[in-house]
């Protein structure tokens, strides 16, 4: 199921299907098939680059932001994967576009808002030779903001969203936590807690990483320059969307 989750995301690209209109177009001979792929091409291409069309879809679709009131406070904090790379040839790790989810962690336990942070994510790529582990690089990042090691719970064998619940699972019966702050980007957070609570953990959602915001989908002549950052968005949003079906199958 990992194999095939990773072929089904590599398909989910607006981007890719577009080039392969264009190739079919270079490939047909037929001057009526010809015609419409040209036309589909270039209707894909309006649609998906367009950023005012997925800023107010991805805006409408992502959980909204959680304030934490005085005195709310939870036992563990579970920090999901997906904020770090690993650089080959330099054999180092290094924060993503999505490392508000580690600041939001770290802003979490020192405002007293969470007692320990549960890291849950070990290698998402196919092959893994170099034996980087991002659990053990965000802890290690996590020690250097000031936070005890003690309080650090390292989960490093998940490979996705489900495996992070199964094993977060296992961990936080084992520590006796009976509440949890469940911590992931926005676009994220809906499939996330299905996931979470279809495992057991009765988990309050806390999302981060927000990359469109309300005043993003205000419309302006701009809004209908085409952008690569919106077939990016597209990506992953329909990412999310296939996850969603897969779970209620």
Do not use: C
């Not at 649609?47 to 406070?73: E, H, T």
């Amino acid at each position: 199921m990992f194999i095939i989750s990773k072929i089904i995301g590599f398909l989910l690209d607006p981007f890719l299907w577009i080039l392969l209109l264009v190739l079919a177009y270079m490939l047909v001979h037929d001057d009526v098939h010809k015609k419409w792929l040209k036309r589909i091409a270039i209707l894909f291409f309006l649609f998906f680059s367009n950023p005012f069309i997925i800023d107010n879809i991805w805006n409408n679709y992502q959980a909204k932001p959680v304030d934490l009131k005085a005195g709310s406070n939870y036992d563990v904090g579970i920090l999901l994967g997906g904020m770090a790379g690993y650089d080959v040839g330099l054999q180092k790790g290094f924060f993503g576009p999505a490392a508000d989810r580690f600041i939001q962690a770290a802003r979490l336990y020192h405002t007293g808002h969470i007692r320990k942070i549960l890291v849950s994510g070990g290698n998402a790529m196919m092959v893994n030779k170099k034996g980087y582990n991002e659990a053990d690089f965000v802890a290690e990042n996590l020690q250097q903001m000031g936070i005890p090691g003690k309080d650090i719970i390292i989960e490093k064998n998940a490979r996705n969203t489900i495996e992070n619940a199964a094993f977060s699972k296992l961990l936080l019966d084992s520590a006796g936590s009976s509440s949890s702050l469940l911590i992931t980007s926005a676009i994220h957070m809906p499939r996330a807690m299905k996931i979470f609570t279809k495992a057991g953990i009765n988990a309050t959602p806390f999302p981060g990483n927000y990359r469109v915001l309300p005043v993003d989908t205000e419309f302006s002549w701009g809004s209908l320059i085409p952008t690569q950052e919106a077939f990016s968005k597209w990506t992953l949003i329909l990412k999310e969307w296939v996850g969603l079906v897969r779970l209620a199958n």
